[in-house]
């Protein structure tokens, strides 16, 4: 067993909510030559048992909580906790979710997604990966799935020095499945698309965008990506135009749009920023908005010049959207709080002249639970605003 011990203030992180002990905040730890990632015994300076965590000796954050109690983290513990948290997505009104969202369901750095009959997760920490075993057989005991991909071509597991590649571990989960999301169909790509394959976190969100679209009016979705907000739009809207940059993800967009039948879907390569301009010079005016950017702000240090790209985007799209029309803007930076966002939004606004009513504030789907002392689970932050005049 690797035993740990760490200081008072680290224990007060464990004891306030927060899974997470840093490096600066572990006392005594193997020597380095004999230092492993797997399950830790941790206790304070004074010897008090404070629980069992992940431990990453090459990780700024060295130990993630799993259990509080002193009992062995073995494949019984592990089917237990996924099994709870698959149990409480039962009314998921989709043929994908979210089964396991890491710290928010307390399983820290796992995420596991099912797509209809496979399964697509991440181990993102190598305290965890020193787990494999167990988790990857619970996963295959509790959710019996067809076949199961290993996404591990993300950067978060270079912080932990372990390498990055995708891996089917059995099974065969093919390149593309049909997601049924609301009513409207769309394809996920587990093996290469963003995240585990689809942006599942937004699915509420995209239906309640849906279902405030102006009937008949101009949509404009800007960072469409495969059009999965477009679809929805498209339902009420009489004509969308869907942006993105990427010429790949455009040509699945349309396939989707053509799984559902839509033929009011314009789809455009270009960049937001530029494309935003040529619209407000033009006199365009839209009466359904969606701004969905990807994560400007990855640290701290970013978030000045993130928030100054995310009130260019809201600046020019509130000059280009219609009185009475529906704006739904978004930000999925961590680093940006919502308190920051909020202030970004009411000084666009205001440098754009336009009264704004807030008629929802959204954050991720229920399957992406947030832990209100985790704010790192609570990423996503959403606003539905109404054109007033």
Same mark, same amino acid.
């Given at each position: ?38 399950? *830790?015994?941790?206790?304070? &300076?004074? =010897?008090?048992? %404070?629980? !069992?965590?992940?431990?990453? +000796? $090459? /990780?700024?954050? @060295? ?12 494949? *019984?513990?592990?089917?237990? &906790?996924? =099994?709870?948290? %698959?149990? !409480?997505?039962?009314?998921? +009104? $989709? /043929?994908?979710? @979210? ?30 990966? $020193? ?259």
């Amino acid at each position: 067993m690797i035993e740990i011990t760490v200081s008072a203030r680290g224990a007060a992180r464990w004891q306030r909510g927060h899974p997470w002990i840093y490096r600066t905040d572990v006392t005594r730890e193997p020597a380095a030559a004999e230092r492993r990632p797997g399950i *830790a015994s941790v206790h304070d &300076r004074r =010897g008090r048992f %404070l629980g !069992r965590a992940l431990y990453s +000796p $090459a /990780s700024e954050i @060295r130990l993630r909580l799993l259990a509080r109690d002193n009992v062995p983290i073995d494949g *019984a513990w592990w089917r237990s &906790r996924i =099994g709870a948290a %698959l149990a !409480r997505r039962r009314d998921v +009104p $989709a /043929s994908a979710c @979210r089964v396991v969202h890491a710290e928010g369901d307390g399983l820290p750095s796992l995420v596991v997604d099912r797509y209809g009959p496979w399964v697509v997760a991440q181990l993102l920490s190598a305290g965890l990966e $020193a787990a494999r075993a167990d988790v990857l057989d619970a996963i295959r005991d509790v959710l019996e799935p067809d076949g199961l991909l290993l996404r591990h071509d993300t950067t978060v597991r270079r912080h932990e020095e372990l390498p990055l590649d995708v891996e089917t571990v059995f099974g065969a989960v093919p390149d593309e499945v049909e997601v049924v999301e609301h009513g409207v169909r769309y394809l996920a790509a587990p093996r290469t698309g963003q995240k585990t394959g689809a942006f599942l976190d937004q699915r509420e969100n995209r239906r309640l965008v849906g279902e405030h679209t102006a009937p008949g009016g101009r949509a404009l979705d800007v960072f469409t990506y495969h059009g999965s907000f477009a679809l929805h739009l498209a339902g009420r809207a009489g004509t969308v135009l869907a942006v993105d940059q990427s010429a790949e993800a455009l040509a699945r967009g349309a396939r989707n749009a053509a799984l559902n039948g839509l033929t009011n879907v314009r789809w455009r390569e270009a960049n937001a920023f530029d494309l935003l301009r040529e619209l407000e010079r033009s006199g365009e005016r839209f009466d359904t908005i969606v701004i969905d950017p990807p994560a400007f702000a990855k640290s701290r240090d970013s978030v000045t010049r993130a928030l100054a790209g995310y009130k260019e985007l809201n600046l020019r799209a509130m000059r280009i959207l219609a009185p009475g029309g529906i704006l739904f803007t978004c930000s999925c930076s961590y680093h940006v709080s919502r308190t920051l966002f909020t202030a970004m939004l009411a000084d666009a606004a205001a440098d754009a002249e336009r009264r704004l009513q807030v008629v929802a504030w959204t954050g991720a789907a229920p399957d992406h639970p947030e832990l209100v002392t985790v704010p790192e689970t609570g990423y996503l932050k959403g606003t539905l605003l109404r054109a007033v005049e």
